[in-house]
C-alpha cells in the first residue's frame, strides 16, 4: 500500500471518528437535558382533604410548587400529580395488589422527578415511585411510572423491582421515551419480567 493509501484511509478514518463523536456528542448533549430530581412523601407535611375510616386523602408539597395527592384506602395507595391532582385519572389508579409507598413502619416516601430544565425553569414531565407491595403472604416492591403534564396525570407503567435487575432504568428509560407520549386512556403496561405483576 502506498503512503498515498495509507494518508487517504487514515483521513477517512478520522473523519469517521469525528461523527460518531459528533453525533455521541449530541445524543449525550439531549440526555443530560433530562434530569432527576427528588423529595419526599410524609403524611405529617401534608395537609388533609378527606378522612375516612380506611384512610385517609392529603395534599402534600411536591417538586417546584407541583402538588402531589396522596391517599389510603382498602389497603392500597393512590398518588396523583399536578395542580388539579385530585381529579387526574391518577388519582383512582393503584395496583391490584395490597400495596403502600411506605417501607415497613417508616411514613415516609421518596418520589422521583424526571425533569427538563428551560430558561432557568425545572418542569416535571414524570414520576417514580416505589411501592412495597403483598401478594398470598408474599411481598414484593413495584416501581410505578406516572405521566404529568399541566393538563394530566396517569400511571403509564408498573417494573417489578425485583424481578429486573435494571428496573430503576427501565422505569426512567419508559418516563423519557414512552410517558411524554402516552395516552391516559390507556392502561398502565408492565415493562419487563412480569415477577409479582404477573400472579
Same mark, same amino acid.
Given at each position: 500500500m502506498t503512503t498515498?493509501?495509507?494518508?487517504?484511509?487514515?483521513?477517512?478514518?478520522?473523519?469517521?471518528?469525528?461523527?460518531?463523536?459528533?453525533?455521541?456528542?449530541?445524543?449525550?448533549?439531549?440526555?443530560?437535558?433530562?434530569?432527576?430530581?427528588?423529595?419526599?412523601?410524609?403524611?405529617?407535611?401534608?395537609?388533609?382533604?378527606?378522612?375516612?375510616? &380506611? +384512610?385517609? =386523602?392529603?395534599?402534600?408539597?411536591?417538586?417546584?410548587?407541583?402538588?402531589?395527592?396522596? !391517599?389510603?384506602?382498602?389497603?392500597?395507595?393512590f398518588l396523583s400529580f399536578g395542580a388539579r391532582a385530585e381529579i387526574q385519572r391518577s388519582a383512582t389508579q393503584t395496583l391490584f395488589l395490597?400495596?403502600?409507598?411506605f417501607e415497613g413502619r417508616r411514613r415516609r416516601a421518596t418520589i422521583e422527578w424526571r425533569v427538563t430544565e428551560r430558561f432557568g425553569k425545572v418542569l416535571p414531565y414524570a414520576?417514580?415511585?416505589?411501592?412495597?407491595?403483598?401478594? &398470598? +403472604?408474599? =411481598?414484593?416492591?413495584?416501581?410505578?411510572?406516572?405521566?404529568?403534564?399541566?393538563?394530566? !396525570?396517569?400511571q403509564v407503567a408498573h417494573i417489578d423491582a425485583l424481578a429486573n435487575s435494571d428496573a430503576i432504568m427501565m422505569a426512567r428509560r419508559v418516563a423519557d421515551q414512552v410517558a411524554p407520549k402516552f395516552d391516559c386512556r390507556s392502561e398502565p403496561r408492565i415493562e419487563g419480567t412480569p415477577g409479582i405483576l404477573g400472579r
Open positions: 498515498r493509501s495509507l494518508i487517504v484511509k487514515g483521513m477517512a478514518v478520522l473523519v469517521t471518528v469525528v461523527v460518531a463523536l459528533a453525533l455521541a456528542g449530541g445524543t449525550l448533549a439531549a440526555d443530560h437535558k433530562r434530569k432527576s430530581r427528588y423529595t419526599s412523601l410524609d403524611p405529617a407535611d401534608c395537609k388533609i382533604l378527606k378522612t375516612h375510616p &380506611d +384512610g385517609n =386523602s392529603f395534599r402534600c408539597p411536591g417538586l417546584s410548587g407541583t402538588a402531589v395527592y396522596f !391517599a389510603e384506602g382498602h389497603h392500597r395507595a395490597s400495596n403502600t409507598p414520576t417514580i415511585v416505589r411501592y412495597f407491595i403483598a401478594s &398470598d +403472604g408474599k =411481598s414484593g416492591q413495584v416501581l410505578v411510572v406516572t405521566r404529568l403534564t399541566e393538563k394530566e !396525570a396517569c
